[in-house]
């Protein structure tokens, strides 16, 4: 109930990707279009299910990313336990064939460091569920113009509206680098006066 509320209030009509038990959920309850549809009647799904999986637990975060970017995802849900010991053989790690995922498998971040994660920005949480904000390839190039801009403006001495550019950019992608040196050196103009 607490994630329906979540997602009705946060998240309306924004698409977002998780299991497909939580899909199902997701999309009864708070109407929101989901990645992967709880049916398995074609092909298509499950395969695109199986590639979550793998993405999930083979692959590291970039590609992860990249994956649920290309399939339109604005938000992530993971469903907490995925690496419980109790019948690991109903888990998604075993239907993908990873019952002991490497160290720099998404699925990792998500459940025991999520504020480590690069290009999923953590947004709620409860013991059964964490809710990830996707930073698209849309928000890194948005932020990226962002700093441009931040960095035409410091050298046109427009300090006040570079610092501004530069947080925008921070709220693009939070982990863009070049939006925090801007305003570290923002900062440090800013002594100089």
Known sequence: LELVEWLKTNA???PVLANFGTSAFALAYA???????PKFESQGIRRLVEE????????????FRAWADRHGAAFYIHGMGEFADIHPEGQM????DALNPPPAAP????????????????????????????ITSADEQAAAERVAAAQFKIARGYLRQAENDAR???LYD?????????IVRIAALEKKK
């Open 168 to 170: 925008l950019a921070l």
């Open 12 to 14: 309306p009509g924004q």
């Open 52 to 63: 979550y999986g793998t993405m999930l637990f083979k692959a590291d975060e970039a590609r």
């Open 93 to 96: 790690r075993y239907f993908v």
């Open 107 to 134: 699925a990792r971040i998500f459940e025991f460091s999520p504020e480590s994660a690069r290009w999923f920005v953590l947004l709620w949480g409860n013991v059964k569920y964490r809710v990830f904000r996707v």
């Open 31 to 37: 109407g929101s279009p989901v990645i992967l549809h």
């Open 174 to 182: 939070p982990g863009n680098e070049a939006a925090r040196e801007a």
